[in-house]
């Protein structure tokens, strides 16, 4: 009798747990029928994103499954603010340095970009993986898309460049090439628009009408090739802009330079949005024709065809490469820009590249060429040091030739920076790093301390 009592409890309190399990699966199930959508709105893009991509939305829509698969383009989203529509969100996989970038940008009803962010990155610590920092992806914000975002390694010309991140090209064409790609895509299939992809002009040694056998991009504040034959330096092509009939969409022009004859060679028009058939005449060969050959030296307007803004918006960006041509690319020490005196400057024999400064015939002093590597081990900064031989003091220095980094190494150029050693005494200098370019810095002082070092070995002491 009792192992019967306890069969029955057995059963009993089987049956309850199972009654137990059976009421619990329900309520999960009701419980998760409905918050499915929420759950996979959460997974799909996190509230913290949703805010910033898409600030004016209160919910999302996934559309995915709508369209074919893309090779960059993983998620499609609607988004929306009560019944109405406000954008588009897009989740992008891409390759960058390493795979599996990951991109969130939103779009406003018209393809334009409200916000972007990275969301998954395995790019390389302070190189690619910067750009995840505001300073590089925060350039997309607020940006319209009628043309594709281009990366430059420079300060922006236009309002469709980006500036790279500082070693990290290959990471920051990346982000923008998603973008691109998110921006075609809206066009194409949301807004239903043929998006025709306008090839892009480069400079060559042809198009250019330069003769050379290398040519590569030098950093300064504007894009410069450099054109070198047998590995001299030969001629620039330097990137300006201007403002045509568009203030919001400069014109911007490349223009080509020979060193030997300081004239112009060709000009060549990189990225217009000028009026179809009015302002877009600046295209045409009649316009180059106008500036090849001439004289590196301010240009006056003249009006092509008609085209009144878009005429004076080449004009503007052709100057402004000669300025930069004539008073960066070119510029060479002068007895008034190194701050002596006297009526004659010739260039000596000696190990070092050196001018002789003469006043009625006797030397008052000397410009001493020195470099020394900066943060680049292989492209060392060139340095113009200037002596007055009777105080025996270093009047002035020029940064000649520099390769160093944009905005940050850069900064060695800056008078502020030349006047520090301004007449200083002709002893080796300690190093004073120059608004954080530390290594730029460096490289200049050690260039000057070889100058130094020169004009009081060699030239103070009668040997050249």
């Not at 309190?13 to 959508?37: P, Q, R, S, W």
């Not at 080449?314 to 960066?328: F, G, M, R």
């Not at 790093?433 to 070889?450: D, F, L, P």
């Amino acid at each position: 009798m009792k192992n019967k009592n306890i069969l029955r409890e057995l059963l009993t309190l089987g049956g309850t747990l199972m009654a137990i399990c059976v009421i619990v699966a329900g309520i999960v199930a009701v419980v998760f029928n409905t918050t499915k959508e929420q759950i996979a709105m959460n997974n799909a893009v996190n509230a913290e994103d949703l805010a910033l991509v898409m600030p004016e939305s209160d919910a999302i829509e996934d559309i995915t499954d709508q369209y074919d698969e893309h090779e960059t383009i993983r998620e499609v989203y609607k988004a929306t603010s009560g019944t109405e529509v406000v954008g588009y969100v897009y989740k992008m996989i891409s390759t960058g340095y390493k795979p599996e970038l990951g991109t969130l940008v939103g779009l406003d009803n018209d393809g334009n970009v409200i916000a972007a962010k990275i969301t998954q990155s395995s790019e390389t610590p302070g190189l690619g993986a910067l750009v995840a920092e505001d300073a590089f992806i925060t350039q997309f914000t607020g940006k319209e898309t009628s043309s594709s975002f281009q990366v430059v390694k420079t300060a922006p010309a236009s309002a469709n460049e980006i500036q790279s991140v500082s070693g990290a090209t290959i990471s920051s064409n990346a982000v923008a090439s998603a973008i691109n790609d998110a921006v075609k895509f809206h066009k194409e299939n949301i807004l239903g628009e043929e998006v025709v992809e306008v090839p892009v002009v480069e400079p060559t040694f042809e198009n250019m009408n330069m003769t050379g056998d290398e040519m590569a991009e030098i950093s300064g504040d504007l894009k410069t090739l450099e054109v070198k034959t047998g590995g001299e330096v030969t001629g620039y092509i330097v990137y300006a802009s201007g403002t045509g009939y568009y203030e919001d969409k400069p014109i911007k022009v490349a223009v080509g330079f020979d060193n030997a004859t300081e004239t112009i060679t060709n000009i060549l028009i990189i990225e217009q949005n000028e009026t179809p058939g009015l302002g877009d005449v600046i295209l045409e060969d009649g316009l180059k024709e106008l500036f090849q050959g001439v004289s590196a030296e301010e240009q006056a307007t003249q009006i092509y065809s008609g085209a009144s803004e878009s005429s004076k918006g080449v004009y503007k960006a052709v100057n402004q490469a000669i300025l930069y041509y004539h008073d960066v690319l070119m510029k060479e020490p002068t007895i008034e820009n190194m701050r002596l005196s006297g009526d004659e400057m010739a260039e000596i024999s000696g190990e070092y590249k050196t001018f002789e400064v003469k006043t009625a015939g006797e030397v008052t002093g000397y410009i001493v060429y020195a470099s020394n590597p900066g943060y680049y081990e292989d492209k060392p900064i060139e340095v113009a040091v200037s002596f007055d031989a009777a105080s025996k003091q270093v009047k002035n220095i020029m940064v000649v030739k520099q390769s160093e980094t944009q905005g940050i190494g850069t900064k060695i150029t800056e008078e502020a920076f030349t006047q520090l050693f301004q007449d200083k005494p002709s002893e080796e200098m300690s190093v004073q790093v120059y608004s954080g370019a530390s290594e730029s810095s460096k490289g200049v002082y050690r260039a000057v301390n070889k100058a130094i070092l020169y004009f009081n070995d060699v030239l103070m002491q009668g040997g050249n």
